[in-house]
């Protein structure tokens, strides 16, 4: 069987770290089950929004709630491991979230990057899964606390497995370069667009450039492991993109989640790191 060349990537991303600012007052409610809890009833209250820098998430606080002291205000530092990034970034809430990922970058328009993450749900600040793997870990900047309490979380994702239907005529390339490309050059070219389930990715692909038969077309599987997810979900790039994650969930409006991905970049369809661990792999296989 054929199989894509190697791309080994460098600088893999190891973690996300994010902060929160808020006022003393509430950190004690922490302490009883270990969640940082979401606030109000509205759709703009759903979320945590969190900074990967400090200085931004004091800034933030300040904006919302006034002037920030540290007489009067905790920063919690929260850091997610790999596999946390990936569990949560492929863990999608329902409709009233638009089917959003749990843990999402905020795209930011004009020239600078905020680097703000959103957290749909409540977040446990220390968890592991059921075999003791940290997901996530928390801890008060400038405080002696240490003893939050963790939650272990079952079913935990083991990756993301994604199809895009191609035809024959496009096959040939993704052995000679190693990737899937994108596409033309206005900003709705400028991603590739995965499906969770083949039979969507089939219809999908009839439905731009019909008929799709086997005859005629192969389907494309890819398969990212919780490192994969991990790095591309924290890739981000540039204001051409909103400076969004390279590898996101897209939201679906109404009842159905249409389990649609977008990659916004050149996909590798073989990669690791340079330690050799597994980012992406990748086979073509006949429509049946």
Known sequence: MLTFSTTVVQDVVTSLRVFKAFPLSEVENLYPDGFLRRKGLGPDQWKIGLRENTSDAIWREE?????????????LEITFSPLGVAHYATLSQGPDYQFQSMLQKK?????????????????????????????????LLESSETNLPC?????????LR?????????VE??????RLCRKGGGPDKWKIGLRENLADAIWREDKIAPPVSKESHAVLEIFFSPLGVAHYATLCQG???????MLQKKPCIGDKDWKIWHFNGDLALHAC???????????LYEIV
């Open 239 to 245: 204001p051409d993109y909103q400076f969004q994650s």
């Open 107 to 139: 795209p930011c328009s004009g020239d600078k990057d905020w680097k703000v993450w959103h957290f749909n749900g409540d977040l446990s600040l220390n968890a592991c899964d059921d075999h003791g793997n940290l997901l996530v870990t928390s801890r």
């Open 151 to 159: 939650n272990v979380v079952q079913d935990v994702s083991k990756g």
């Open 173 to 178: 390339n993704l052995y000679s370069e190693g």
């Open 162 to 170: 994604v199809f895009k239907v191609l035809p024959f005529t496009e």
């Open 273 to 283: 790191d340079d330690h050799g661990n597994l980012l992406v792999t990748s086979r």
């Open 63 to 75: 904006k919302i709630a006034g002037p920030v002291s540290k007489n009067g205000y905790a920063v």
